[in-house]
């Protein structure tokens, strides 16, 4: 690609995850991993999906999750990677033992997210992050604001990133998580710890994603995420909860 990814190189570490709807806080040890400096541009997207790039340095957005996937093993097979994903129709598999481009899991994208910070914010809210106290009205150029400790720029502010990660599959069903807040969010939704989500079609202005890279020796697990856990956080015994529906 003319348009290649910049990727920082993240050491493994421990992150403490949350979950305010179950009530639940967890760690998660990480390998090392490799994360997109800055979240996938308009140009990127266009040069492997053969989209229109009206504002190529502006991060990619009205991608859904499934576009985002397909993204990744495209730029795989561009580079004689190995695709991190298969598909059978529309539902997705992660290959966790290749080396091809993939969506961080969320426990990837928040330890690289916080950079060794413990707050909500990895610097000055207004210096490191587009938000609606900036009063623009679409996603903004990347890298235009300052950059964590680990070199990454836009992980808050500017567009909500897509992870691989299912949300609350018990009453969301098939909906994928993102992170990081968009420029028309307030500061309490721009935050590390913040969790949002839509289904895998979803697209919309303000959602975009950054890529990652590494391959682990595992199956069906990795970096916080496993097959199994997402049954497991799906299965609901007795009666739905008030204002629950059923999923299907």
């Given at each position: ?140 150029e990347v890298g235009a604001k300052l950059p964590n400790l680990n070199g990454l720029f836009d992980t808050l502010g500017n ?90």
């Amino acid at each position: 690609m003319t348009a290649d990814l910049e990727l920082a190189r993240i050491d493994g570490g421990t992150v403490r995850l949350h979950d305010a709807r179950r009530g639940i806080r967890w760690s998660v040890d990480l390998e090392p991993f490799e994360i997109g400096v800055y979240p996938v541009t308009q140009e990127q997207l266009a040069e492997l999906l053969g989209e229109t790039a009206t504002h190529p340095r502006r991060p990619a957005t009205e991608v859904s999750w499934l576009r985002a996937i397909r993204f990744c093993n495209a730029a795989s097979e561009w580079e004689g990677l190995d695709s991190a994903y298969s598909f059978d129709g529309e539902q997705v598999a992660w290959h966790v033992d290749a080396d091809g481009y993939r969506l961080p899991t969320e426990a990837e994208w928040e330890f690289a997210c916080r950079a060794g910070s413990h707050g909500p914010h990895y610097g000055p809210l207004p210096e490191v992050a587009w938000t609606s106290a900036d009063g623009v009205r679409t996603p903004q150029e990347v890298g235009a604001k300052l950059p964590n400790l680990n070199g990454l720029f836009d992980t808050l502010g500017n567009v909500w990133e897509w992870c691989w990660d299912l949300l609350d599959p018990a009453r969301y069903d098939e909906y994928r998580v993102f992170r990081g807040g968009g420029f028309a969010d307030d500061a309490w939704s721009v935050r590390a710890s913040v969790r949002r989500g839509g289904a895998p079609r979803m697209h919309h202005e303000d959602v975009g994603f950054r890529v990652a890279r590494d391959g682990f020796d595992a199956t069906d697990a990795a970096q916080g995420w496993s097959a199994q856990a997402d049954l497991e956080r799906a299965a609901i015994d007795g009666p739905l909860p008030p204002g629950w529906t059923p999923r299907r």
